[in-house]
């Protein structure tokens, strides 16, 4: 039922429990209440929680002061503190590996395992305009900014032990709110650095074609062959073997835990062509947006049949709003 209270309108759920399955009835949540925002189902494993809206047991009902909410950036909320000072639980709760829910497979991050969150960075200067950045040093733009703390907040409620990022300015950038928010320093890694274009950084796909025949030539062999290295770059085979020796590192390092891996489009499509064991050229039909999140479980014990690594999720950008990423709104075009 939705109840109006001082300042805003609350949600008032309750949940139907099958108590010898022990997995939580689903639950659609319908509000015309005249609610800021974009409306959002989420169901996972009975708990059903709408975005941008308070969500509490009628146990648990409160009447929310209006001091609570945090202005600023469209959609943020700065759940730390809304978290302290209503003792609400935050949308993201349901999927954060420090509080699973009831099932009866038990936990769900063996010491087998690293879980890993890959970001893309946010929004860089040479971005827009889809120009070939590599290992040239942009910074954010204002929207990516924005993108970076909409990442820090939704991370907010998951259990990380660490936030690895590519050393170059758009990565920390995007890095540094996620690891504050977590009470955490970022550690460059410059194994996560984007793949060096070489002469053909700052250009868009149009203008190398056109540059010369050699470059023309040079590039369609570079998205046919990993092995192929623009003209003083480097291979995507190059780049799939140094992000893939990184996360072996880390798995050793930080087996049974959850890190971010702050990088770019070469090495997040690197690691997840070796995790669904396919051909590196075929990330060439993979698209990741900016700021967008990438989620791989790897080690052999992440399911029961034993894979090596399972991929998750692939360029969520929900944080951001459904509609916000550029493919809604045009194609991409080089």
Known sequence: MVRRVPHHWVLVAETAWDRQASVGSPLVFEA????????????????????????????????????????????????????KATGRQHVYDSLTLSHPPVSRRGPSMPAAFIRLFLVRHAEALANPDLRSLGSRDDPLTARGQWQALQLAH??????LVAVYTSPLTRAVATARPMAEAHGLSIIPEPRLVEAAMGTWEGLRRAEILARSADDAARHHQWEADPTCAPPDGESLAAVQARVVACVRDLAERHAGAAVVLVSHVGPIKALVCMAMDVPLMTGQRLFLDNATVSVIDWGAHAVPWEAPAIVRLVNAHHHLGWTAAPWMHRAETG
């Open 32 to 83: 015309i209440c005249g609610m800021i925002g974009c409306l959002e189902d989420a169901i996972f494993r009975g708990r059903g929680v709408l975005r941008d809206m308070t969500v509490v047991s009628p146990r648990a009902m409160f009447w929310a002061k209006a001091k609570h909410w945090v202005s600023g950036m469209p959609g943020l909320r700065d759940a730390h503190t809304l978290a």
């Open 154 to 159: 939704a991370f907010t409620p998951l259990d």
